[in-house]
């Protein structure tokens, strides 16, 4: 059975969400008859029902009469344009931290768990989704920033 990534993709017609299968894109809605399917969060949204039924588009690719784009040639965009929230855990980004104190020489932080403090979230702005490749200008409040 064959694997496959969800990307949302570039087409004539606008952004569409996209199978990629070994190393071409095929149009998900078109694959899979289900029009809800023109768009990640659209397949997101079905997630329960759509596993099986992305499994089974993914098998039969290439083998009907939807043609895939080669991957190389495909623009691809954000995985999920304009999603209503992001919400993040900081504890993702200990790593990061970590490094950045190294970057820094600095000593690293303590874990806020053995201060026992508790986990801290936020929410970022759904703008702020950048496509692979995009260039991100910084505003004026900020000199620089980092991803």
Not at 44 to 60: H, T, V, Y
Not at 69 to 77: D, I, K, N, S, V
Request: charged letters at 20%; a positive charge.
């Amino acid at each position: 059975m064959a694997g496959y990534k969800l990307a949302t993709y570039q087409s004539s017609n606008g952004p569409r969400a996209g199978l990629v299968v070994d190393d071409k894109v095929f149009d998900a809605a078109k694959l899979t008859g289900k029009t809800a399917y023109a768009t990640v969060l659209g397949i997101l949204e079905d997630w329960r029902a759509s596993q099986g039924i992305l499994r089974k588009a993914a098998a039969s690719a290439g083998k009907g009469k939807v043609k895939g784009e080669p991957l190389g040639r495909t623009r691809l965009l954000a995985p999920v344009r304009w999603p209503s929230a992001i919400y993040c855990a900081g504890a993702n980004y200990a790593d990061h931290a970590a490094e950045m104190a190294r970057r820094m020489n600095r000593p690293p932080e303590p874990d806020p768990h053995t201060l026992g403090l508790k986990a801290w979230h936020f929410i970022k702005a759904s703008r702020t989704l950048a496509n692979p490749g995009a260039t991100v200008k910084i505003s004026g409040i900020s000199d620089h920033v980092d991803w």
